[in-house]
């Protein structure tokens, strides 16, 4: 128990390890309320316009790519069971699957990102991306480079929350596989599963609001 | 830490799994037909479940302390507190009337000759303009009765008597905007062609409209440097826009009768400021002014804007008042009530 013990050490304001267990866990709610609100704020203003230009938004839309949207949803979709799968294994001292899980919930980050640059590749190949030389002969509404504007930097901050996962998904991953953890000691895990459902759970809301809008 | 057993989910995990995978399906389908306005709330209510199944299996809400799911469910009240308060402000906010892009085939406006003479684009144009720049002081009909009229001495020319001061030809007009004249500002910062969408505007509020003679053209042309100068092809589009037809509204007229309910409500509620027959020019003061400066009333009289021709701008204006301009807001009115104030109005206007 030479590893796993030393992961289990109780600060001293804490009655037990379950209470500082579930400390840690409400600091991380805690920072995902910030973060509901930080793509709150984003999502305001996508309602906002969208409510102001309905007719914009359904034509802007079809320039992107339902496929590789849809295939990127049930990327994630897995990718968050495998983690869900991972932190039950190394709750319950299985290194070895929980390794495999976490390398595979990796991957699938990986696979997401590798299809998103894709999915950008072609936007700025057509000129959608909303700098100067936004094409506006593509769209019979004048301000389509709005819904652009809200595409990229929607989608880009949830990408950029996509490689903080992966990252963090890494560095449990090496933990593990140094059997830093174990059912007594398991919070980093637990803390980057809830950090990439919420991942997760943006883009389920992403993925309509953009892609499949008429 | 307690027994795994009861952590074991796993089973769970693949049935949330298996959900999710035919939720996308379902909303990806579903996306193919068209509920018309239902296509967003169906959409939403499966992104809805799909989330809820998230956060209450793959994140352990339904097995975690109820503390956790409080404060996850406080981000969504703040949240629609956000998104209820923005729409409150965004959407209930007043839209202009609608125009409409004037299909002119021909966007070469940039030439003196051209811009000098009156043609409906401009006109309507001017009038857009004129409510912006001018109206203030000069009064929305172009009495010289706008608001900060009463600040003036001498006051801003009343347009409707038909005397020009500075000449009443479209380019000695084009001249004085450009220029400025006694406490009016020059509007050179405005772009030529607005400038003249001007001009074409205030004409229509004089009985009187000198032309220019070829040569009077010519030499302001040869002036400017240029004949031809040029104006963005989109801001010509955009500003050469054409106002959807107003309103028709009855236009016979009865004998204002004081007694009338209006009448009555008028007498109480609007004819301190707005004297007894509507005459205006009762000064009152702005509030929060220091020294007090004081804002003349302006007569019904001939205003025919939208709130003496729309009922419903006459109730939203009146039951609002103009916050700081000491116009205070009506609130205790019945719908009849604000009929009848608002037909008395009218033919205090000369309407009806």
Known sequence: ?214 | MSSNKKHDHRKTYWKVWASLIVLTIVTVWTSYYDFGTLNIVVAMLIATTKATLVALFFMHLLYDSKVDTVVFASSLVFLAIFVGLTASDMLDRYVPQPVKVAASGDNDMGDVAKLAKPSPELIAQGKTLYATNCASCHGDSGMGNGPAAAAFNPKPRNFTTGEWKQGGKPTQIFQTLTTGFNSMPSFAALPAEERWALVHYIRTFSPNRPEDSAADITALAAKSGSGAAHIPVRLAMELSAVSEAQPTYDIRKSAIDATSEGGQLYQTRCASCHGDNGQGGINVRVLGSHPFSYLATQSFAGNHAAWTTNMQEFVRINSLGLPGFGKPAINDLTPAQWQSLYNYVQQLAGIR
Not at chain 1, 133 to 140: G, I, L, M, P, Q
Not at chain 1, 170 to 197: D, K, M
């Open chain 1, 1 to 214: 128990m030479s590893d796993a013990t030393s992961g289990a050490h109780v600060a001293h304001h804490f009655d037990n390890a379950e209470q500082q267990f579930s400390s840690a866990k409400l600091g991380l709610w805690l920072f995902l309320v910030t973060e509901v609100l930080l793509f709150g704020g984003l999502f305001v203003a996508y309602i906002m316009f969208r409510a102001l230009y309905p007719d914009m938004f359904a034509e802007a839309h079809h320039h992107l790519n339902k496929v590789m949207g849809g295939i990127n949803t049930v990327v994630l979709i897995c990718s968050s069971l495998s983690m869900a799968m991972a932190v039950h294994f190394v709750r319950d001292n299985d290194r070895v699957k929980a390794v495999k899980l976490l390398s595979f919930t990796f991957l699938c980050g990986a696979t997401f990102m590798v299809i998103k640059f894709f999915e950008y590749k072609e936007k700025f190949a057509h000129h959608l991306f909303p700098n100067g030389s936004f094409d506006y002969s593509a769209f019979t509404h004048k301000n389509a480079n709005l819904f652009y504007s809200l595409y990229f930097i929607m989608t880009g901050l949830h990408g950029l929350h996509v490689l903080i996962g992966m990252g963090l998904i890494a560095w449990v991953l090496i933990r593990t596989r140094r059997n830093n953890f174990s059912s007594e000691y398991y919070t980093p895990v637990e803390l980057t599963g809830l950090y990439w459902h919420l991942v997760d759970l943006v883009w389920i809301y992403l993925f309509p609001l953009m892609y499949l809008i008429a």
